[in-house]
């Protein structure tokens, strides 16, 4: 819903002030600067990842930023483009942050992240999993349970109400 919610804050002002078809279009520059966000973190991640490797590096954001499907489904009126920049958010913040720095605020913070994620569209979910296995497995981590939990409270506190939402409403979560 919340990618939705968001496109709905441009697309009505638009539609009121304007037309239904300048409306949509309005729309989907809204997916297209959410792409272009979510490329900003790519690019700081690439860089986390290929430290020494500036070809590498390029080659590998060209690679994501110029893919034909990413491109055309950013500049339509999809809740893709904001996921991916929810996604690549956290595991910014994450990789910025460091295993071995996380407490328990920084995992609330990271769950409010990957919340926002997973109510944007379900395919972040795998955030959800793979976040706590991280730090958990990470060899230098410093008491990773405190940032585990809180991660996972702040998670559930944020999305769980939309699939309850929908079990009360649908029967299904």
């Known amino acids: 819903p919340f990618a939705y919610w968001l496109a709905a804050l441009v697309e009505e002002p ?6 239904l078809s300048v409306a949509f279009y309005a729309t989907r520059i809204v997916g297209g600067v959410e792409w272009l966000i979510a490329l900003l973190f790519a690019w700081r991640i690439l860089g986390r990842l290929l430290p020494d490797s500036s070809v590498g ?7 994501l930023a ?62 959800v999993v793979a976040i706590p296995l991280w730090l958990l497995l990470a060899p230098r981590a410093r008491r990773p349970w405190k940032a585990v939990l809180t991660f996972g409270g702040s998670v559930t506190a944020l999305s769980g109400w939309w699939f309850i939402r929908n079990f009360v409403l649908y029967g299904d979560p």
């Open 66 to 127: 110029l893919n034909p499907m990413l491109l055309a489904m950013a500049w339509s009126v999809q809740n893709d483009s904001l996921a991916l920049l929810f996604g690549f958010a956290a595991l910014d913040y994450a990789s910025m942050v460091g295993r071995r720095s996380f407490d328990g605020f920084r995992g609330a913070v990271l769950g409010a992240i990957v919340a926002a994620g997973v109510l944007t569209k379900l395919t972040d979910w795998a955030l």
């Open 57 to 63: 590096r390029l080659v590998a954001f060209a690679f």
């Open 14 to 19: 638009v539609r009121m002030i304007t037309s």
